[in-house]
């Protein structure tokens, strides 16, 4: 899972950009919906619909990784 890394000392951070993501067209003027908590990268390309359903398998991926993490310290506690 690629991540960007921000460094918060600097006076005007610039973001450390992975390369998976600019290999995969997630460069120039990016448009980002963010809340409080997660932010979402918008592909250039991606139309509304595609973001949408793109972020529907983002969270059965989050399920299931919630899944495992409660078998996992199922696991551990007995």
């Given amino acids: ?15 450390y950009w992975p390369k998976e993501l600019k290999d995969e067209g997630f460069v120039g003027d990016l448009t980002i919906i963010n809340d409080a908590m997660t932010a979402t990268i918008l592909h250039p390309k991606a139309t509304l619909e595609q973001v949408k359903r793109s972020l529907e398998l983002v969270l059965r991926d989050i399920d299931l990784r919630i899944e495992r993490e409660k078998s996992g310290s199922e696991k551990s506690q007995s």
């Fill in 1 to 15: 899972m690629p991540k960007i890394r921000i460094d918060p000392e600097e006076k005007y951070p610039r973001p």
